[in-house]
């Protein structure tokens, strides 16, 4: 398992030396190498370096290339414009690296050895409650995420926020009692579907006898205090309600194709234990103090239209614990005890001001600091196609499990479709159909940036054409195609082979796959990779139209290479596309 180092990092580095050895009094400048479409690459930093050294950029720049030693990796560079480096790769360095990659089961991409521990926070549904559209990119964005950063080499351990704390419960644990076989099942195989409809009905029926009748509300009230004080029987209840909830969110989570385990999930609950000792510590530190009989924290850059500080609220006046107790306490039990350097939140945008002030909490009361952070994975809101927040006719907020059902639907039309011409059974369009309609649901919200809102439109999402994974997916497939039909011709890279430009273009890009997955894994930015991906499958269109790749016209060593090529490339997509959570079929 040895990284492979990519051309642009190579070239790189025979500049900088050049630099060093033509300008020593430059130090380490850096040449500001990027990708360009004069050449395979331009240098800009000698024009920031000749202004630092008043000098002339072209005579500097030509000093520099002279130093430049004979080599087999750089073909020519060029003096361009006012001190610019244009840089054309050999064909050889070319193939050899990508022969390189192909030889390691990564694909050359590096592994981080002594990297940190993150703890990423996502996918958080509420107990007793349905999933709707709003879970969606939570889910979606920190699995692709976990995936990222674990084959990146990072420790990743895995939370799951769940809502299951709280006055409602209170409610629900009392009509359940007065109503004990609410949540019976007609068999022990329970379903997801048939766990939330036993809840959706419970809830119902407990919140309008809750508003209907105050005996039962006086009653509900108690059952919140016997819960928090740890009453056997009620905290028994309260489990129920627990396991009933996690048989319906499991169930969804497997439809998007995600594995979320049970030690993972760690609730609300889970740090109640915790809540005083966390107001004690912030009030004797100082960091907060009473106002009004509640504990907060204030800040000087927050504060509300009357132009009144707005505080975070640790402890009610009435002795209650606000969310900030519990997000305090999670993050002291996520530094202390699972020892984490980096604390990744994919919550929705809409909380960025509160985690902002408790993320402030914690570094004033020592909790964060400099060698540990947190950070807020913001992400926006899922529209409708008419731009609004996507809602059902009715004006309900759309079930999560409807709207993939749906997506499924689609992608078996569209898969059934081509299915004769491809020859694939029934179970094999079913299969598909569900990857190819998940993976559209999650490939628009990942090739979207996290930060922005974006429209749901399934028309859009399992089109063959235009940016969505099916588009990707058929590129996979495609490529299968071709190797079943190569027949004895294998997948072979031949570096003494000119490249066409096609060749070429495909071949610098797939030279950058470890860059962008360095890129993605500390920015949190996975859209990067969906449009890393997205190019490479339209470098490879390009390619298909320009490059016939089995002909009897062409020599056996020209089909070899262009298997290799378009092999190469098709596991580069599949490991790309496994890292955002989606799966490429083999024939669709």
């Not at 028994?236 to 497997?254: G, P, T």
């Not at 984490?340 to 919550?347: F, I, R």
């Not at 909380?351 to 060698?371: I, N, P, Y």
């Amino acid at each position: 398992m040895a990284s492979v180092p990519s051309l642009a990092s190579t070239v790189q580095q025979r500049l900088a030396d050049a630099l060093s050895a033509a300008l020593p009094e430059a130090a380490s400048a850096d040449p500001l190498l990027r990708r360009s479409d004069r050449a395979d690459f331009q240098a800009n930093g000698i024009l920031a370096l000749a202004k630092k050294l008043k000098g002339n950029p072209r005579e500097l720049a030509t000093k520099v290339v002279e130093a430049i030693p004979a080599n087999d990796v750089l073909q020519d560079v060029e003096v361009s414009g006012p001190g610019f480096l244009n840089l054309t790769i050999t064909d050889r360095a070319i193939t050899e690296t990508l022969a390189a990659r192909a030889a390691d089961e990564r694909l050359g991409v590096p592994y981080k050895d002594e990297a940190g521990i993150t703890v990423i926070d996502y996918a958080q549904p509420n107990v007793a409650k349905e999933m709707h559209v709003g879970h969606l990119r939570s889910a979606v964005i920190g699995d692709a995420m976990v995936k990222i950063m674990e084959f990146a080499g990072e420790t990743v351990i895995r939370r799951h926020h769940i809502g299951d704390w709280g006055t409602q419960f209170g409610m629900l644990i009392q009509y359940l009692i007065e109503h004990p076989h609410e949540l019976d099942h007609k068999d022990a195989d329970v379903s997801g579907e048939e766990a939330m409809s036993n809840l959706n009905r419970l809830y119902k029926a407990a919140r309008a006898l809750f508003d209907s009748e105050e005996e039962f509300k006086a009653r509900s009230r108690d059952r919140v205090v016997a819960l928090q004080s740890g009453d056997e029987r009620t905290l028994a209840l309260w489990q129920r309600f627990v396991d009933e909830s996690k048989i319906y969110f499991y169930s969804v989570f497997n439809k998007l194709d995600m594995e979320i385990r049970d030690p993972d999930v760690v609730g609300e609950s889970g740090y109640n234990d915790m809540l005083e000792e966390t107001c004690r510590l912030l009030e004797e530190s100082g960091v907060a103090v009473r106002s009004e009989g509640a504990l907060c924290v204030f800040f000087d850059d927050v504060k509300g239209p009357d132009g009144n500080p707005v505080p975070l609220i640790v402890k009610k006046s009435n002795g209650g614990y606000g969310y900030a107790a519990t997000d305090l306490s999670a993050i002291r039990d996520r530094v202390q005890r699972l020892n984490a350097d980096t604390l990744v939140y994919v919550v929705d945008a809409r909380q960025s001001l509160h985690f902002k002030m408790v993320f402030e909490t914690a570094r004033r009361a020592g909790w964060l600091s400099d060698r540990v952070h947190a950070v807020q994975l913001a992400f926006g809101t899922v529209l409708g196609k008419d731009g609004k927040p996507f809602k059902t006719r009715e004006g309900e907020t759309v079930r999560l499990v409807d709207l993939l059902d749906e997506a499924i639907d689609r992608a078996t039309a569209v898969v059934r479709e081509k299915a004769e011409k491809v020859g694939l059974s029934e179970q094999e369009i079913a299969e598909n159909g569900r990857y190819v309609g998940i993976g559209a649901v999650k490939y628009a919200d990942l090739s979207t940036s996290a930060s922005r809102d974006y429209k749901f439109d399934l028309d859009q999402m399992v089109s063959l054409n235009g940016d969505t994974s099916v588009y990707l997916q058929y590129a996979y497939a495609r490529i299968q195609s071709i190797l079943r039909k190569a027949g004895d011709a294998k997948p072979a890279a031949h570096p003494e082979l000119p490249l066409a430009p096609a060749e070429r273009a495909l071949g610098l890009h797939l030279d950058q796959f470890g860059e962008v997955l360095a890129e993605v894994a500390t920015s949190y930015e996975p859209h990067k990779l969906a449009a890393y991906l997205y190019q490479l499958a339209s470098h490879l269109t390009t390619f298909y139209d320009q490059c016939q790749v089995i002909s009897d016209q062409n020599a056996p060593e020209v089909v070899e290479n262009r298997l290799f090529l378009v092999d190469l490339t098709a596991r580069t997509l599949h490991l790309g596309m496994g890292l955002l959570g989606i799966r490429t079929p083999e024939r669709l």
